[in-house]
């Protein structure tokens, strides 16, 4: 059984930082990529961002471009999110996602990946 760890999520201040962290165990280790989406209420889960161990290719949602940076470490499988800037538009649920392997969804696409952790909590107040 797969499983992902996010923690470090938490209140901040509009233009403050945030690192989340996710670490994957078991079937979720072995992983060809990882990636960070999130969640505001009423609104649909949005990709923020992804890297390929396979490729070192790196991906963002365009709403994050610029601000936050994902990393990860693939000996350790954990996966970071370096949040600068952040907004109140920020404010969601996110989730780290790993992807075993290509299916042809892409990604930047939710449904390319097999395990989702639980997700944590940011919030960003004005």
């Known amino acids: 059984q797969g499983q992902l760890v996010e923690s470090g999520g938490g209140l901040v201040q509009a233009g403050g930082s945030l690192r989340l962290s996710c670490a994957a165990s078991?079937?979720?280790?072995?992983?060809?990529?990882m990636g960070w989406f999130r969640q505001a209420p009423g609104k649909e889960r949005e990709f923020v961002a992804a890297?390929?161990?396979?490729?070192?290719?790196?991906y963002y949602g365009d709403s994050v471009k610029g601000r936050f940076t994902i990393s990860g470490d693939n000996a350790k499988k954990t996966v970071y999110l370096q949040m600068e800037n952040l907004n109140p538009e920020d404010t969601a649920v996110y989730f780290c996602?790993?992807?075993?392997?290509?299916?042809?969804?892409?990604?930047?696409?939710?449904?390319?990946?097999?395990?989702w952790g639980r997700g944590t909590q940011v919030t960003v107040s004005s």
């Open positions: 078991g079937r979720a280790s072995s992983v060809y990529a």
């Open positions: 890297i390929s161990w396979a490729s070192n290719n790196i």
């Open positions: 996602a790993a992807d075993s392997g290509p299916t042809g969804w892409g990604l930047t696409n939710g449904y390319e990946y097999d395990h």
